[in-house]
C-alpha cells in the first residue's frame, strides 16, 4: 500500500488526480489518498446539477462546482472537511462493498474515542448524525472507494448551498439538512487541527494493515495528464453542467436502493429523447439505457419489452425493472 500526497485545494484538479491515479497510474500496490478541496459541491455523476444546488447563493459564495466519476448524491467540501480515497485492486467486479474499505476509517477513528458507525447504504453517522458519504466505482480491475470526513465544515454554508429534495430529508425522520449531519472535532478529547487530523488518521490506516507508511511520488508526465484532464473535462462546463434539454414529462421516485429522475421527450407517441438522473450506485453508465429507450413507443408493454433483458442491478444498483418502470409510467 502507498500514500500518495496531493496538497492541492482545487477541485477541478483533485478530482482529475484522484481519477487519474484510479484509472491511469501503472502501479501495483493499493493506494491510499487523503485530500482537501477549497468550498465546492461535487455532484454523482447520474445528478442533475442545477437541481442540486442553490445556484444564486453557490455563485455569490464562489463555491465551485464539479462533476465526479461515481454515483451517490452531491456533497459539499470546505477546507474543513478531509476526504479519503482507497484504490485496490478486487478479483470481483460484480459486487460493490462498502463495508470492506470504511473498517480502517472507523478503526482509526474509534483509535481517537470516537463512537461511529456505518449507517444505511454509504453513509458513516456519529450519534446517528452524518459526518461521511462513500461512494465507488469499478474500473480495470479496481475499485476506487472515497468519501468525506466532515471534520470541521461550515455545516450553515453546507445546508445553503446544497437543494436537497425534499424527500431525501423526509424519508429519514428529519427537517433540515443541518440536523442531519455532524463534525468530528466536537467528539474529540485533543484540540487538533485537521492536518492533525489527517496524520493521525493516515498513520492508523496503515497501521490497521500492519504497514509502515510509504509514499509515491507522481512523475512531471502524470502531472501532465492530470492537468490535461482537467482542461478537458473537469474544468468545462459542459462535464460539470452539461446542457438541460427540455422534456415534456418528468417522472420521479425514490427507492430504497436511491432515487431515479427520468426526463422524457415524447413526440406524436415516440420517446425522442431521454435522460436519467439519480443518487442510485450502478457500474455501467445509464446512458445506455436512454440510448435503448429513444426511438421507442411510448407505451408500458414496449418499454418493458425492451428493457426485459437488461441487467438493471448493473446501472441502478438494488433498483428494480418493476421500480424503474413506475418512474416512466408514473
Same mark, same amino acid.
Given at each position: 500500500? *502507498?500514500?500518495? #500526497?496531493?496538497?492541492? +485545494?482545487?477541485?477541478?484538479?483533485?478530482?482529475?488526480?484522484?481519477?487519474?491515479?484510479?484509472?491511469?497510474?501503472?502501479?501495483?500496490?493499493?493506494?491510499?489518498?487523503?485530500? %482537501?478541496?477549497?468550498?465546492? +459541491?461535487?455532484?454523482?455523476?447520474?445528478?442533475?446539477?442545477?437541481?442540486?444546488?442553490?445556484? =444564486?447563493?453557490? %455563485?455569490?459564495?464562489?463555491?465551485?462546482?464539479?462533476?465526479?466519476?461515481?454515483?451517490?448524491?452531491?456533497?459539499?467540501?470546505?477546507?474543513?472537511?478531509?476526504?479519503?480515497?482507497?484504490?485496490?485492486?478486487?478479483?470481483?467486479?460484480?459486487?460493490?462493498? !462498502?463495508?470492506?474499505?470504511?473498517?480502517?476509517? $472507523?478503526?482509526?477513528?474509534? /483509535?481517537?474515542?470516537? /463512537? @461511529?458507525?456505518? &449507517?444505511?447504504?454509504?453513509?458513516?453517522?456519529?450519534?446517528?448524525?452524518?459526518?461521511?458519504?462513500?461512494?465507488?466505482?469499478?474500473?480495470?480491475?479496481?475499485?476506487?472507494?472515497?468519501?468525506?470526513?466532515? !471534520?470541521?465544515?461550515?455545516?450553515?454554508?453546507?445546508? /445553503?448551498?446544497?437543494?436537497? /429534495?425534499?424527500?431525501?430529508?423526509?424519508?429519514?425522520? +428529519?427537517? &433540515?439538512?443541518?440536523?442531519?449531519?455532524?463534525? +468530528?472535532?466536537?467528539?474529540?478529547?485533543?484540540?487538533?487541527?485537521?492536518?492533525?487530523?489527517?496524520?493521525?488518521?493516515?498513520?492508523? $490506516?496503515?497501521?490497521?494493515?500492519?504497514?509502515?507508511? #510509504?509514499?509515491? #511520488?507522481? &512523475?512531471?508526465?502524470?502531472?501532465?495528464?492530470?492537468?490535461?484532464?482537467?482542461? =478537458?473535462?473537469?474544468?468545462?462546463? =459542459?462535464?460539470?453542467?452539461? %446542457?438541460?434539454? *427540455?422534456?415534456?414529462?418528468?417522472?420521479?421516485?425514490?427507492?430504497?436502493?436511491?432515487?431515479?429522475?427520468?426526463?422524457?421527450?415524447?413526440?406524436?407517441?415516440?420517446?425522442?429523447? @431521454?435522460?436519467?438522473?439519480?443518487?442510485?450506485?450502478?457500474? #455501467?453508465?445509464?446512458?445506455?439505457? =436512454?440510448? $435503448?429507450?429513444?426511438?421507442? *413507443?411510448?407505451?408500458?408493454?414496449?418499454?418493458?419489452?425492451?428493457?426485459?433483458?437488461? &441487467?438493471?442491478?448493473?446501472? !441502478?444498483?438494488?433498483?428494480?425493472?418493476?421500480?424503474?418502470?413506475? @418512474?416512466?409510467?408514473?
Amino acid at each position: 500500500m *502507498k500514500f500518495i #500526497e496531493n496538497t492541492s +485545494i482545487d477541485p477541478h484538479y483533485n478530482l482529475a488526480f484522484e481519477e487519474y491515479v484510479f484509472k491511469n497510474l501503472d502501479i501495483d500496490d493499493d493506494i491510499v489518498l487523503l485530500w %482537501r478541496n477549497g468550498p465546492s +459541491i461535487i455532484v454523482g455523476k447520474n445528478q442533475n446539477t442545477v437541481e442540486e444546488i442553490n445556484m =444564486e447563493y453557490v %455563485r455569490e459564495n464562489n463555491i465551485k462546482v464539479v462533476r465526479r466519476v461515481t454515483g451517490g448524491g452531491a456533497v459539499y467540501h470546505d477546507l474543513g472537511n478531509l476526504n479519503f480515497s482507497f484504490i485496490v485492486k478486487t478479483k470481483n467486479n460484480e459486487s460493490i462493498d !462498502f463495508k470492506t474499505y470504511n473498517i480502517p476509517i $472507523i478503526k482509526a477513528l474509534e /483509535k481517537l474515542n470516537v /463512537k @461511529c458507525e456505518l &449507517s444505511g447504504r454509504n453513509d458513516l453517522v456519529i450519534d446517528g448524525k452524518k459526518f461521511s458519504g462513500i461512494a465507488q466505482s469499478i474500473a480495470k480491475g479496481r475499485v476506487l472507494n472515497h468519501g468525506t470526513l466532515l !471534520f470541521d465544515s461550515k455545516l450553515d454554508t453546507l445546508s /445553503k448551498a446544497l437543494n436537497v /429534495k425534499r424527500d431525501k430529508i423526509e424519508s429519514k425522520g +428529519i427537517k &433540515s439538512v443541518s440536523s442531519r449531519v455532524t463534525n +468530528i472535532k466536537p467528539y474529540l478529547k485533543e484540540d487538533i487541527d485537521i492536518l492533525e487530523f489527517k496524520e493521525v488518521l493516515l498513520k492508523n $490506516i496503515f497501521e490497521y494493515f500492519n504497514l509502515p507508511v #510509504e509514499t509515491y #511520488e507522481l &512523475s512531471e508526465k502524470d502531472k501532465e495528464n492530470i492537468q490535461k484532464m482537467v482542461d =478537458e473535462r473537469y474544468g468545462t462546463w =459542459e462535464w460539470n453542467y452539461g %446542457r438541460s434539454p *427540455k422534456f415534456n414529462y418528468k417522472g420521479y421516485n425514490r427507492f430504497p436502493g436511491g432515487a431515479v429522475d427520468v426526463r422524457l421527450f415524447v413526440e406524436e407517441g415516440i420517446i425522442n429523447s @431521454c435522460k436519467i438522473y439519480g443518487d442510485f450506485f450502478g457500474k #455501467e453508465d445509464v446512458r445506455d439505457i =436512454e440510448n $435503448i429507450l429513444t426511438g421507442v *413507443k411510448y407505451d408500458m408493454d414496449e418499454v418493458e419489452n425492451v428493457l426485459k433483458d437488461i &441487467s438493471m442491478d448493473k446501472y !441502478f444498483g438494488k433498483i428494480t425493472l418493476e421500480e424503474f418502470m413506475k @418512474c416512466i409510467f408514473n
